[in-house]
């Protein structure tokens, strides 16, 4: 009973997935449940399309600044956590994550109004909506809390007994740190990264509060649905998918994973 109500969910899951992948080699100009004819077609259509050209060099650049940027901020954050034992310690914690548990609406829209405030203020106005560097800010601001869980994860799971053995020796605390504590957890820094990239990569609700013209890829995905429903939504959409499926792998394969509790490296 018990592996036929997994594999109904299993089904449940992953049967929509599966239905958009064969869609997308399909020959025709509609999109159909089963393709009357099969090709490449609207691969080769995404690939050299402008519009969708840019927004992918867009959401890829997007990620490619937030993900090292919250690596490095949720590492820093989750060092300093871990390291230390002061009143208010958890209300700090639950702050620096609550961008992991708000609504992400509530978010666009706050960020919006800040966006708003820098583009109208009189002497300081920065062309916040709309630009590519504030992109990277709203992603920044939401991929951090997943940083900071997985390498503090990590961190927890690190023996102490070696960073004090390198300073016994005369290690200073920075190269202990650098030469110690970040090689240790480097799979937790790796899966920082992935999922930071990935959440940066198909973020949508707050993107979608700041784009105009610079449009991301989900954004562009939306704006082409609005308007028709063609068989490149299905390719790109295969492709995005296979891009997170590739990131996923490379987690597992050096991540960590967790049970009952207890992280195995």
């Known amino acids: 009973m018990l592996f036929i109500v997994n594999a109904l969910i299993f089904i449940f899951i992953f049967a929509p997935l ?6 997308s080699f399909t020959n025709e100009n509609h999109m159909g449940f089963p393709p ?3 090709g490449v077609r609207w691969y080769a259509y995404v690939m ?4 969708w050209q840019n927004s992918f060099m867009n959401s890829l650049i997007v990620a490619s600044i937030v993900a090292p940027l919250s690596m490095i901020i949720g590492g820093m954050a989750a060092l300093g956590l871990d390291r230390s034992d002061f009143r208010g310690k958890q209300a700090v914690f639950s702050y620096l994550i609550a961008p992991m548990v708000l609504p992400h609406i509530v978010l666009g829209m706050a960020l919006f109004r800040i966006g708003l405030f820098l583009d109208t203020s009189e ?4 062309n916040a909506t709309d630009s590519l560097w504030f992109y990277v800010v709203a992603h920044t601001t939401i991929t951090i809390p997943y940083a900071i869980i997985t390498i503090g994860a990590s961190l927890q799971t690190l023996d102490r007994n070696l960073e004090e053995a390198a300073q016994i020796l005369g290690a200073s605390y920075f190269k202990t740190i650098f030469f110690i504590t ?3 957890i480097k799979s937790g820094l790796i ?3 992935i999922f930071s990239f990935i959440i940066s990569f198909d973020e949508f609700i707050v993107t979608y509060f700041l784009a105009t013209f610079n449009q991301t890829l989900p954004i562009q995905i939306y704006s082409t649905l609005m308007f028709q429903l063609e068989p490149s939504i299905a390719s790109i959409s295969t492709l995005m998918l296979a891009l997170t499926a590739l990131l996923t ?3 597992m394969s050096r991540g960590q994973l967790v049970s009952f509790g207890k992280i195995i490296k």
């Open 249 to 251: 792998l490379v987690l």
């Open 36 to 38: 009357e004819s099969y």
């Open 191 to 193: 899966g920082a990264f």
């Open 18 to 23: 599966v239905i958009v992948v064969i869609q």
């Open 182 to 184: 970040i090689p240790l």
């Open 48 to 51: 050299t399309d402008d519009d």
């Open 123 to 126: 002497g300081f106005t920065l």
